[in-house]
């Protein structure tokens, strides 16, 4: 059994320091400091690892490495989100949210201008919706890596026409590109990006070449009077976001993730499950679950349905895009 218990406190002691070590790396200091850093966690981890089977100088490395760890996560707390950085220009302009009763004002909702993915006019205004007109949620679920990887936003449906779609991304600084294991590190902050369809929806499906996306729109199946709900769960988010940062997190503060956080205001909630990390399973969970309208039809017909790409290009930049998208 100690043999076993040595083991195991060596496989942590690996993971942790190979954890501490890429931190290091990805969000420590920039140059040859981070490699040194690094390094040196490197070989005190090792050295403790020799040590689980060794009785010489094992308290000394012990007392060490819990220096070391300290000291890591001193640092590791000093990183901390802001909302004052060079932004990129896309998400340069934070939403906000203005409730009075039922009625909200959505403030800098992007509408932007696209002539190709990196060529746009930035432009937002401020959208005013009644939560009593509320009339249905949609998912769209965007792929460009294969079946298990996808985008997953929502967009919400009111009974004027308007759609207000709302996708959780990372929030990225001038010169930086999405990795997703930097995204496990802190080096990006979380963004709710606010949205007109033609612009969220339009740059994924007409503008998105390298590689390019395959866009979903499914239409999702529960009480209006939880769909008011999740809308103002996310209303706080944007506003909170607004006026305290956090970070992304590429596991447990994501598109879906935080989708499924939010949701936690319904009593019907959807259980948590591996295809909630595994994001581009979400439309069949939610199938799988009984949420997805038409359901009594399988899942491959809904699913060749809702793709809309090929909708989505032919209705471009047209004031009617929402409806066009939807049509049979």
């Known amino acids: 059994m100690m043999i076993i218990g040595k083991l195991l406190l060596a496989l942590v002691l690996a993971a942790l320091t190979a954890w501490g070590a890429a931190a290091l790396l990805i969000a420590g200091p920039h140059g040859r400091l981070s490699a040194t850093l690094a390094a040196c966690l490197v070989a005190l981890g090792l050295l403790a690892i020799t040590r689980l089977w060794l009785s010489r100088g094992r308290l000394i490395v012990a007392g060490l490495l819990l220096v070391t760890a300290g000291a890591w996560l001193l640092w590791w707390q000093s990183l901390?989100?802001?909302n004052e950085r060079q932004w990129q220009s896309d998400v340069a302009v934070l939403p906000s949210a203005t409730v009075e009763g039922n009625r909200i004002t959505l403030h800098n909702v992007r509408n932007f201008q696209y002539r190709s993915e990196y060529d746009y006019t930035p432009a937002y205004?401020?959208?005013q919706v009644d939560l009593d007109q509320l009339v249905g949620v949609d998912l769209i679920a965007t792929y460009w890596m294969g079946p298990s990887i996808a985008h997953v936003f929502l967009s919400f449906a009111f009974a004027d026409g308007q759609h207000v779609a709302v996708s959780i991304e990372t929030r990225k600084e001038v010169g930086e590109s999405y990795s997703t294991i930097n995204g496990f590190f802190r080096q990006y902050e979380l963004y709710y990006v606010v949205a007109d369809e033609r612009d969220v929806i339009?740059?994924?499906t007409n503008h998105r070449h390298n590689p390019p996306e395959q866009v979903y729109l499914y239409r999702l199946q529960a009480p209006l009077e939880n769909g008011r709900r999740l809308f103002m769960a996310y209303v706080e988010r944007i506003n909170q976001l607004h006026e305290r940062p956090e970070f992304y997190n590429t596991?447990?503060?994501?598109?879906?993730?935080?989708?499924?956080?939010s949701s936690q205001v319904n009593e019907q909630h959807?259980?948590?499950?591996?295809?909630?990390l595994a994001s581009g399973h979400v439309p069949q969970y939610l199938y799988e679950q009984g949420r997805l309208q038409d359901g009594q039809r399988p899942f491959s017909e809904l699913q060749r349905?809702?793709?809309i790409n090929d909708k989505a290009q032919a209705a471009q930049d047209s004031v009617e895009f929402s409806h066009l998208i939807r049509q049979p």
């Open 305 to 307: 349905e809702a793709l």
């Open 270 to 276: 959807l259980p948590f499950s591996w295809k909630l």
């Open 251 to 261: 596991l447990t503060t994501n598109c879906t993730t935080s989708i499924w956080m």
């Open 202 to 204: 339009g740059l994924r």
């Open 125 to 127: 205004y401020d959208k």
């Open 80 to 82: 901390e989100p802001s």
